[in-house]
Structure formats: C-alpha cells, structure tokens
C-alpha cells in the first residue's frame, strides 16, 4: 500500500479495497483486478490512532477512535466527502453495514444503530462486555459479530431481530482493531494479540 493504512473495508461487487491513511487525512482505492493503489480525495478528518469503515449504498463511512463528535462519508461515485454528527458520542473503530438500510457502532457500553438516510440513530442493548476502540464488527445473515478489542479477548454476536447478544469462544490471546468475514465458510477473521501473528 502506498501508506500505513485504517478504515480500510471492501467493495465485493467491485473487487476494490478503500482505506484511509493511518495519522493522516489521504485516501485510497485498490483495485484487485489491476494490482493497482490509487489516490482519492482526501478525507476531512485525520484518522489519528487508527479507525474503522462501513460500506452503505455507495457511501464509505469512517469512524475514528480518537474522534467522538464527527464521522466522514465518502461518496463512491461523486469521489466526494461529506461528515455526519457521531451518534456514539465516543471514539471507535467499531462499525458495520448490514448492506442494505443500516449501521452499526460499538463503543464502551454503547451499541446503537444508524439510518443515514433518515439522520436517525436507535439506542440497542447494551454488549455483554465493555467494547474497546480498537475492536472489530462484522455483519453476516442478520448478526453482527464483534470482538472486544483493543487485545483484549470477549467475542459476542447480536440478533438483529430479537436484539439480543450471545457470548461466543473468546479470542485466542485477545485481538487488536480490525476484523474481516468472509461469508462462504462463515468464518471470521481478527488480528492479535499485540505481540502476537
């Protein structure tokens, strides 16, 4: 990559990655097919310590773990940004699409769900742990997976419908920010521990 990267979510239909400098306000599109990193408009807000990315009806969506009052919007199409107000009202990486109406976001003991389109967000019951900044969560077939972050090891799921959380294995050794799903074997993917592979 052309930089140490965050906020970093891909595009399946368009076999593309998108990823925001780390400590820095550049922005990128990888481009599977070609091998290629290309520079994008920059984002109005410095990702600092690191940060987390949704895809949503053609918008990006970055949250920053040292940033609780702003969110940046990336429109795919227009190559444009916009911000919206944080509806945690606290710093995290933690943040997924359920690809069709809705984000979620994850801080602390705060777990919420966010219509853009309606500029309204939903209070959900609180996690079964404390979630950190620098965690993960992934949505897959009406669940949201998350893990505690941060190198600490909870994991849980959330039943979108019955709003209700499940705690799951812990992680082995604790995981750091980021996590990845892939939805054929069903399987999710987190990094960690700190001093660890």
Do not use: K
Not at 22 to 46: C, D, I, K, M, Q
């Amino acid at each position: 990559s052309p930089a140490p990267l965050t906020c970093v979510v891909e595009d399946p239909v368009a076999m593309t990655l998108y990823a925001q400098a780390n400590n820095g306000t550049n922005f990128y599109r990888y481009r599977a097919a070609s091998n290629v990193w290309e520079p994008l408009a920059s984002a109005p807000v410095p990702s600092g310590n690191n940060g987390g990315a949704a895809l949503l009806n053609g918008r990006i969506y970055t949250v920053y773990t040292e940033n609780s009052l702003t969110m940046g919007v990336y429109d795919i199409a227009a190559n444009s940004w916009s911000t919206l107000a944080h509806p945690l009202g606290q710093g995290t990486g933690n943040i997924a699409s359920d690809g069709s109406r809705y984000l979620y976001l994850v801080g602390g003991n705060q777990f919420v769900r966010l219509d853009p389109a309606a500029g309204t967000s939903t209070p959900l019951p609180v996690p079964p742990f404390t979630f950190n900044a620098w965690g993960g969560l992934r949505f897959l077939s009406g669940r949201l997976y998350g893990h505690q972050g941060n190198g600490a090891a909870g994991f849980a799921r959330s039943d979108v419908a019955s709003n209700a959380w499940t705690l799951l294995p812990s992680t082995p050794g604790g995981a750091v920010l980021g996590s990845a799903i892939d939805p054929v074997n069903q399987q999710y993917f987190a990094y960690g521990s700190y001093s660890g592979t």
